[in-house]
């Protein structure tokens, strides 16, 4: 008997001891001509990853700094497996940290241990466990935020234990049609929630705006070859921009060729 693609898929979730979540239906959050968003329904579940800044605690020094953290209940350079149900762009290199410096394109860090380079200023450092297809792993201990100042300044960017924030993530760089026809949306949230009649993530989608009111990743499908733009912004229930130096993501850009 021919064995099918999905049955291997779940025998390979099996194997790896990480159970996978699956919503009953997809909903679809946004729809224009041929670009659909709606919400992914596969992930691989890691309820007690947890990823822990060991050093630099507060001082560090303009130019290459060492970061250590610690990463526990999670492997990085493993292969997510749900990665082969959701065809999105997979990193050959599997799991893995996402390093954000000041809400800029983040650094993709496969050990724990790595060098960073830092201008004079102060700094908001976001740092949490990938999947290796990108995704986020969202829970308490999958993240760490950490300001630092460097030089004269004195101005700190946030209240890091109360002020709410938003992170972009993906979409990233390039992406190669044949290979990926679906693009996955995703962003981290420090000190909030979404919901329906709380607050919410606008995305402006190629000048498009829809909201979305839940903190899980999103799949964009039937984008055409060429550039795109996209931005989010944290904004609560009366559509109103929640203040925040990073809840703004700017205008990011990424390509279909």
């Known amino acids: 008997m021919k064995i099918s693609k999905l049955i291997l898929a779940i025998a390979a979730l099996i194997f ?4 996978v979540h699956k919503d009953a239906k997809s909903p679809l959050i946004f729809k224009n001509n041929s670009i659909k968003v709606y919400a992914k329904i596969t992930t691989d579940e890691f ?8 050093t630099p605690d507060s001082i560090v020094a303009v130019g290459n700094n ?4 610690e990463v526990s209940d999670y492997s990085l350079k493993n292969q997510s497996p749900s990665a082969i149900i959701n065809s ?14 000041d809400n800029k394109p983040y650094q993709a860090k496969y050990e724990p241990n790595f060098n960073a380079e830092l201008t004079p200023g102060p700094h908001l450092i976001l740092a949490f466990l990938s999947r290796s ?6 829970t308490e201990e999958a993240f760490s935020l950490k300001q630092y100042l460097l030089g004269d300044t004195q101005h700190l960017i946030a209240n890091i234990d109360n002020d709410e924030m938003l992170f972009y993530s993906r979409p990233k760089g390039t992406y190669n049609l044949e290979n990926s026809k679906k693009v996955l949306l995703d962003f981290y949230l420090v000190n909030t929630k979404l919901s329906k009649n709380g607050n919410k993530v606008r995305v402006i989608l190629n000048g498009d705006s829809f909201n979305v009111d839940e903190w899980q990743p999103y799949i964009i499908e039937g984008l055409t070859v060429g550039e795109h733009t996209i931005q ?5 229930n009366k559509g109103i921009a929640i203040p925040g130096t990073y809840n703004n993501s700017d205008l990011r850009k990424f390509i279909i060729k």
Do not use: M, R
């Open 16 to 19: 790896f001891g990480c159970s």
């Open 47 to 54: 309820p007690k990853a947890s990823l822990t800044l060991l």
């Open 66 to 69: 060492k970061f250590n953290y």
């Open 88 to 101: 999105l762009a997979n990193s050959a290199k599997g799991q893995h940290i996402h390093f954000i410096v």
């Open 133 to 138: 297809f990108h995704e986020s792993v969202k």
């Open 232 to 236: 989010i912004e944290l904004i609560d």
